[in-house]
């Protein structure tokens, strides 16, 4: 029989037991209906493909934004960072006291290497024949064993990860030019700043920039607060109230 022959589709593994080696056809004319052109009916399905892998992908960045977050500082010590998801098990390995510290070499390098090494070496380390898990109990014990700490790690880490600091750290916070030598300005650090900001960028109160306040409002919430702001935090005389209101309102309108 002609070799071949009989086969079902081209590129299938099938190939005859008997054969030693695998000799690919000269042409594909003997599989009538089961090739195509290149150019353009293959490109065009791939390129179909491709459409609809960008069309999700890009539904995907719109439905579930990046987090923006403000300029890196590479002075600020105090950042947090956290890798991404699939980096989290690592990350969550050097936090324990036995890989970190004096013994981060233990979780940056021997571990993680370790592993790596042992990856590349499994096909001469396990050499057996067989190919149900059941039957190579070892080799499927480690492999669960690393899943499930990978997982467990993966969990811990998010777990264990103050999402709201890591919201306030990178906050992008709007700031404008203002007159610090304004009267008001010192009327505004010495009552206001602790909760509003040294800048009105906000700090455990909100941010008073771009917010369009009326004088009068900042009036009666310096005096009567309001929500969560408590009521008598201004101390002063009633013209230095309305110095204070004017120059946070001008501020806010800016
Ligand atoms: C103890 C912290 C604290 C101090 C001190 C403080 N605030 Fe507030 N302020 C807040 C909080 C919290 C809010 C948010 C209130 C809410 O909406 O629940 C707020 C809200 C405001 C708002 C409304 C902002 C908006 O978005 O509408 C104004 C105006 C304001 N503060 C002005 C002042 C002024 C002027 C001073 C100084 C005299 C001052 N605050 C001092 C905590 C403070």
């Not at 009916?41 to 987090?67: C, H, Q, R, S």
């Not at 919201?167 to 304004?182: A, M």
């Amino acid at each position: 029989m002609h070799r071949g022959k009989g086969m079902k589709f081209v590129g299938d593994s099938r190939v005859p037991v008997k054969s030693r080696k695998f000799i690919p056809p000269k042409d594909y004319s003997e599989y009538p209906g089961k090739t195509e052109a290149f150019l353009p009916n293959f490109l065009l399905k791939e390129w179909m493909v491709g459409a609809v892998f960008l069309v999700g992908f890009m539904i995907l960045t719109i439905a579930d934004p990046a987090p923006l977050e403000k300029e890196a500082d590479p002075t600020s010590s105090g950042y947090i960072p956290l890798p991404d998801w699939y980096f989290l098990f690592l990350y969550q390995l050097l936090k324990y006291p036995a890989a970190s510290g004096q013994y981060k070499v233990i979780g940056t390098v021997l571990i993680p290497g370790l592993a790596a090494v042992a990856l590349l070496a499994a096909p001469w380390l396990d050499r057996g024949l067989e190919r149900r898990p059941i039957k190579r109990p070892i080799a499927t014990l480690i492999m669960l064993l690393t899943f499930v700490s990978m997982i467990y790690l993966t969990w811990e880490s998010t777990v264990s990860h103050n999402w709201e600091q890591a919201e306030q750290q990178g906050k992008i916070v709007q700031t404008v030019d203002f007159d610090k030598s304004d009267p008001g300005y010192k009327l505004f650090s010495q009552n206001c700043s602790s909760c509003h900001g040294e800048n009105l960028e906000g700090a455990v109160g909100p941010s008073l920039i771009g917010k369009n306040l009326d004088p009068a409002m900042v009036k009666k919430m310096a005096t009567q607060g309001g929500g969560q702001m408590p009521a008598g935090v201004f101390k002063g005389s009633d013209k230095d109230l309305d110095a204070l209101a004017k120059f946070v309102s001008d501020v806010s309108k800016k």
